[in-house]
């Protein structure tokens, strides 16, 4: 699965899972998904278990802190480099 | 220390010179903190709270936990490596029945509380006893090893009444022949503590701020219990997460402590894995010089060896109770639905959690709090806490010193 793929599934679980509006001009796959309160803390959770669902990958500790981990083209970077 | 640990149980965390070295632990469950930063002159300075970290200058930013299950070993010597050691979180083992399980658990807890008995021989023992089923069966075993026993029920002032927890308290107290202190709270009381709460507490996230405000003027009143004896405190803490039984409450129309939507296998996962930011015990109670002992944590790899189908079975942890501490609870501790600490009755009360609902001290009030108490900015929150986890890098380099 390429990056874009990726950052597809991932953009669409967003959308759906915390109710982003589909007129909401601010998200998209650059969007800062703490700061701008798109995913909470809770949220982050059921993201991290999408994840390993769906690509069978486990986003380890690095990888939850780094900045990339933060937006939706961030983590698609991460979990295809995670799992080439 | 001389000796690696191959497992570790309990709670630890140290900064400790071996020989020409520095060895720095902290256990699998992450229940002792341990943060460090980097100091201006390259070495290492280590501190159980970030608060103290902040006070001496240094920026909340550069403060990361020391991984939750690892003992690092670093050099003086700065050309040497630094070499560190994972320890498991549990003895990964099949599932296995509850009759079995139930039996290794009641064991654990048997062996634990004989050996800390031993070893705080003559202390004051003081149990915990929300009323509830876990603290309940941590007092009926630890009356058989820790004489002079003494429990203590949290309530928080009220109109009228008490608290559906202080009733079962002074029940279970009389039927299990302890003394109780009964601990009665005002609102400002309680809430005079917030600010020392976010602090030792080391977190903003409502579900764990309120339980510590609980802990707070438990361990205020303890603390003021006149006695020449050193105090330890026991608690039925861990088995919520180890079962993840917990659920999200509702007050005045709203939903609060809401839990991720997961499976009760993957819930139990993530409940365990944010131990490692759980500080609303060991935390709050050492702020008062009172040492805390959670005696489920030494249980862990039994409870996380249950069979899954427990898990999320609505009755489930009645069954594992029966099977745990058969007859030496009264029949009614095991029928009652669980009661979260800071809410204290399953009707409309709703003890702190109303209390903080009704003077505007919501989530937001709390992050904003903690981020000003620590100077720093309410998005760099989200990098020092993530799914449940505290934001933690193996200190690699020679230490400094403890803060």
Redesign the interface.
């Known amino acids: 699965m390429s990056s874009i793929d990726v950052e597809g599934a991932i953009e669409e679980f967003v959308r759906r899972e915390f109710a982003v509006s589909p007129t909401d001009e601010g998200f998209g796959r650059h969007a800062h998904l ?2 701008e309160g798109y995913v909470d ?6 993201l ?2 999408f994840i390993k669902h769906e690509f069978g990958v486990e986003i380890p ?2 990888d ?2 780094s900045p990339d ?1 933060s937006t939706v083209a961030g983590i698609g970077a991460i979990i295809a480099r995670l799992t080439a | 220390m001389a000796e690696l640990p191959a497992s570790l149980r309990g709670s630890a965390a140290s900064v400790a010179p071996v020989g020409p070295n520095w060895r720095i632990i902290r256990d699998p469950l992450g229940v002792n903190k341990l943060f460090w930063t980097r100091g201006d002159d390259g070495g290492i300075v280590f501190a159980a709270r970030p608060k103290v970290l902040v006070e001496q200058g240094h920026p909340f930013e550069g403060i990361s936990a020391v ?1 939750r299950g690892s003992i690092t070993t670093l050099p003086a010597d700065s050309a040497d490596e630094t070499a560190v050691q994972t320890i498991p979180l549990w003895q990964r083992s099949a599932a296995r029945s509850l009759e079995i399980v139930a039996a290794e658990i009641r064991s654990t807890l048997n062996r634990y509380l004989a050996a800390l008995a031993s070893a705080r021989d003559g202390a004051q023992f003081l149990v915990c006893l929300s009323g509830g089923l876990d603290s309940s069966g941590i007092a009926a075993l630890a009356r058989e090893h820790c004489s002079g026993l003494v429990a203590v029920s949290f309530d928080l002032e009220r109109r009228r009444g008490e608290s559906d927890d202080r009733v079962e308290a002074k029940r279970l107290a009389h039927d299990l022949n302890l003394p109780l202190v009964c601990v009665t709270s005002s609102p400002d009381s309680v809430l005079e503590k917030l600010d020392m709460v976010l602090t030792e507490g080391i977190d903003w ?1 409502d579900f764990n701020v309120h339980a510590a405000l609980v802990n707070a003027s438990l361990a205020e009143a303890i603390a003021a219990i006149p006695t020449e004896d050193a105090k330890v405190v026991l608690t039925g803490d861990l088995a919520n997460e180890f079962l993840a039984d917990y659920g999200p409450e509702h007050y005045a129309g709203s939903a609060y402590y ?5 499976s009760p296998g ?1 819930l139990r996962t ?1 409940l365990v894995r944010g131990l490692d930011t759980s500080n609303r015990e060991v935390g709050i109670f050492g702020a008062w010089g009172l040492p805390v002992v959670q005696p489920y944590a030494a249980a862990v790899d039994s409870y996380l060896a249950l069979p899954a189908d427990l898990l999320g079975s609505g009755d489930g942890k009645r069954r594992l109770g029966e099977a745990v501490f058969g007859g030496l609870l009264p029949r009614y501790a095991y029928d009652r639905p669980k009661i979260r600490a800071q809410v204290g009755s399953a009707g409309e009360d709703k003890g702190i959690l109303a209390l903080c609902v009704e003077r505007g001290i919501h989530a937001d009030y709390l992050r904003s709090r903690f981020a000003s108490l620590h100077g720093t900015s309410l ?1 760099s929150l ?2 020092f ?5 505290y ?3 193996v200190p690699a380099s020679r230490a400094g010193g403890a803060a």
Do not use: C, N, Y
Request: proline letters at 6%; charged letters at 35%.
């Open positions: 703490f700061d803390s809770v949220g982050v959770i059921e991290l278990e500790d690095e939850l802190f981990f | 991984p996230r809401d839990l991720p939507r997961l993957a993530v998005a989200d990098r806490i993530r799914a449940g986890m934001r933690a890098v």
